[in-house]
Every structure is written in structure tokens, then in C-alpha cells.
């Protein structure tokens, strides 16, 4: 989904029962007019299938297709599809078509015009993760104009949503999880930390060509997978990332390397 402009969000938490009418179809006025001028944030798995769609590498992908910005308050990288640097600012997958890559398009874009969002609040027990949605009403959207009824939940099965958020949880989590007053990020963080998530080609190369498998203590199995595997290699990212962010001892470090430090 398009980062939303705020006045185009509706200021209401929605659960997955929530009822609302859409259509969105080749026919309506407004064809793809959401596919431009927009700020979409495109998660790790999102990567993953996109550049293997188009049949590159993750560094081609990310160079040609995205820009890397950098959270205010965390520190962290985060990944924008790159929309085209002319007055229409379109996608560059979109034609008067559609989308051309439609059934690998990113989460957001699914999910739209339904927002997803988290949350980290405080409770007696502790910090928990609230999960809610919200709607995203633009002017140009006709969509809500439509007599097709839906509810939240059987919008996200029609939209094939789930796999995505299986996919994507860890890595949100893991967002929720860095604490926004701790120390910023260094550059050097900050690149291994953006390897590690988005460019897994550059990532496989580091873990087989660097000494990175003779200071972790990595299954064997685990090691020959991620080959591959490329959604193992994608959550071995996240350990990684957790490591780096020092959020939990999801990687270990061989004994020869604990005694040295
Ligand atoms: S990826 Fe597809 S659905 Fe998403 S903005 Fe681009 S053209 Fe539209
Ligand atoms: S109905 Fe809304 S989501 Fe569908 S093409 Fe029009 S603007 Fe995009």
C-alpha cells in the first residue's frame, strides 16, 4: 500500500470483522490512479518475490527499483519503490492495463484500500503488540462506490494476503521491537542491517565468502538450505538482525570467538 497521506486515513481501528463495500475493476473510471504519486514500503518478502518475477538479483532489483530511506526515531532501514522521476510519478510496473506483476505485487498494494498497522503498548503484564486496520479513503478512489460487500477478513482472502503476513511478521516485529530512545544506528549497522532484510543474493555471497559460518555456530541442515532455500535464507536474515540489533540471542557465537572478546 501506498504510505498513506494522513488525510486520507480514516481515524478508526477496525478488526477483521469489520464490514465495507468495494470493487475495484478494469472498467471503473479511476483505473489505476492509486498506482502513482505514492510512497510504498516494500518488506523483505515483498523483495524476495518481486525480483525473482522479473527474473534479477536482489541488488538489481533494489538499485533500479527502490530507494533506501532511514527511520527518524529508529535508526533503521526501510525500503520505497521507486515511482518514475517525472510530473505523473507512476509505478513502474503499471501500464493502462494493470499491474504486470500483479500476483507478485507487494503486501500493500493487496491489501489496499485497507491499511494495516501494530502497535507496541504498555500493559500490566508487560509490552504487548496490537494489531489493527483502518481504511484509506482518497478522493480519487470510486472504489467505495461499488455494491460489493465484504468484511476485512474475506477482503484479505480475496487478496491472498496471508502468506505475505506469515511472511512479514518477524520482520514487523522485529521493528516494534527496537526501542526508539536507544542509541542510534551506525552507518556500518545500518548496511549490515539492510543486506541482511533486502538484498539476499549479497547476503548468501557475505554468509558463504566472509567469516560469517565459522563465527556463528549454524546447524548443518540449516547451512545446506540456505542454498537454496531462499525464504530460509530470509529468516536467518532476521536472526541476524536481531543479533545485530542485540534484541535476542537468536545467532551464537562459537566459544573460540566468546573467549577472545
Ligand atoms: S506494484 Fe502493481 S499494484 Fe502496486 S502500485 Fe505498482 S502497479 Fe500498482
Ligand atoms: S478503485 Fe481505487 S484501488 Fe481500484 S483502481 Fe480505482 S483508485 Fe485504484
Redesign the pocket.
Given at each position: 500500500m501506498p504510505i498513506p497521506s494522513m488525510k486520507d486515513v480514516e481515524p478508526t481501528k477496525y478488526t477483521l470483522d469489520a464490514k465495507f463495500k468495494?470493487?475495484?475493476?478494469k472498467g471503473?473510471?479511476?483505473?489505476?490512479?492509486?498506482?502513482s504519486n505514492i510512497n510504498i514500503l516494500l518488506t523483505p518478502y515483498d523483495i524476495l518475490r518481486m525480483k525473482n518475477r522479473l527474473g534479477i538479483s536482489s541488488e538489481e532489483f533494489l538499485e533500479k527499483y527502490t530507494n533506501m530511506e532511514i527511520e527518524k526515531k529508529t535508526s533503521h532501514p526501510f525500503v520505497i519503490l521507486k515511482m518514475a522521476d517525472d510530473k505523473e510519478k507512476k509505478c513502474p510496473f503499471v501500464t493502462p492495463e494493470g499491474c504486470t506483476i500483479y500476483t507478485d505485487r507487494p503486501a500493500n498494494c493487496r491489501y489496499?484500500?485497507v491499511g494495516q498497522a501494530s502497535l507496541k503498548k504498555g500493559s500490566e503484564k508487560g509490552p504487548v503488540h496490537e494489531e489493527f486496520y483502518f481504511f484509506i479513503r482518497?478522493q480519487?478512489?470510486?472504489?467505495?462506490q461499488?455494491d460489493v460487500e465484504w468484511t476485512i477478513q474475506s477482503w484479505r482472502e480475496d487478496q491472498e494476503v496471508s502468506l505475505y503476513d506469515d511472511m512479514n511478521r518477524e520482520w514487523m516485529e522485529i521493528q516494534l521491537r527496537r526501542d526508539p530512545a536507544g542509541e542510534p544506528l551506525d552507518t556500518n549497522k545500518q548496511a549490515q542491517i539492510y543486506t541482511a532484510s533486502y538484498d539476499l543474493d549479497r547476503f548468501r555471497r557475505y554468509i558463504f565468502e566472509s567469516r560469517f559460518l565459522d563465527v556463528f555456530d549454524i546447524d548443518k541442515n540449516e547451512i545446506e538450505k540456505i542454498k537454496t532455500d531462499e525464504i530460509a535464507l530470509m529468516r536467518l536474515g532476521f536472526k541476524y538482525v536481531k543479533y545485530l540489533l542485540m534484541l535476542e540471542e537468536a545467532l551464537k557465537v562459537k566459544e573460540k570467538y566468546k573467549k577472545k572478546s
Open positions: 468495494f470493487r475495484c475493476h471503473i473510471k479511476c483505473f489505476t490512479k492509486c498506482c489496499y484500500p482518497e480519487h478512489c470510486l472504489g467505495y461499488e
